[in-house]
């Protein structure tokens, strides 16, 4: 089974402060994402990954950076965070020839208070 | 406007009834169609892909329609555990890698 696990569940943070969150997927998968999903809105891609040190930016990169260092883990990075980044975050990895079935983690409940 | 619109709904649907989505999308290049779902507190999963023929797979049906840029998806026989976000997922051809989302409908199949 294709497991994708993030770091926290819930976490609460402070305006101004620098925000970790990491992804790691145990299915030896080339892809990987960072998504953010907020209703109405759907799941909008942050930044991907295809291979290690390797990044893309997405549909709404501003205000998040990533890190690729492993192929298994892969970190999205709120230097700043702020208020209009409270949102559940999802990680998702796929394989290089399978550009269409996405897995995705449990999500992180990120609130900026 | 958004490059995939769903209906939210909600849907609430007794037992037993069919049920069906429609998605449209923007791109007339996207090449690849998918309906993933998604519970309650989950992380969405794939459902189904959805060919130019159009497939089924046990109570599911999707559709394509390429000349009207319009995806369906029909549930017949719901069952609570039906229960769930359904949502409509497009890869243009622009871009291997990435999938765009629409915002899903929810349905809420009742005893």
């Known amino acids: 089974d294709v497991k994708v696990t993030q770091s926290s569940r819930y976490l609460v943070k402070r305006t101004g402060e620098k925000v970790f969150l990491e992804c790691v997927q145990d299915?030896?998968?080339?892809?990987m994402f960072w998504y953010r999903q907020d209703p109405g809105l759907g799941l909008r891609l942050i930044y991907f990954?295809?291979?290690?040190?390797?990044?893309e930016k997405g549909d709404i990169p501003e205000g998040y950076s990533v890190s690729r260092e492993k192929k298994e883990r892969f970190s999205l990075i709120l230097e700043s965070a702020s208020t209009n980044q409270t949102s559940m975050y999802l990680c998702?990895?796929?394989?290089?020839?399978?550009?269409?079935?996405?897995?995705f983690g449990p999500g992180t409940r990120l609130t900026v208070l | 406007r958004k490059e995939v619109e769903q209906d939210p709904g909600p849907f609430n649907v007794p037992e037993g009834a069919t049920v069906a989505f429609n998605c449209t999308y923007s791109?007339?290049?996207?090449?690849?169609f998918f309906w993933y779902r998604q519970d309650c507190r989950k992380e969405p999963k794939l459902l189904m892909s959805?060919?130019?023929s159009g497939n089924e797979d046990g109570r599911f049906t999707a559709q394509l329609n390429r000349a009207s840029q319009y995806i369906s998806l029909l549930i017949r026989d719901s069952k609570l555990s039906d229960s769930a976000t359904y949502l409509c997922?497009?890869?243009?051809?622009?871009?291997?890698?990435?999938?765009?989302f629409g915002s899903g409908t929810q349905l809420t199949v009742l005893p």
């Open positions: 997922v497009v890869r243009s051809s622009g871009s291997a890698r990435q999938l765009t």
């Open positions: 299915m030896d998968h080339e892809n």
């Open positions: 959805v060919y130019s």
């Open positions: 998702a990895s796929s394989w290089r020839g399978s550009i269409n079935e996405q897995f």
């Open positions: 791109n007339s290049a996207s090449q690849s």
């Open positions: 990954s295809y291979d290690v040190k390797m990044k």
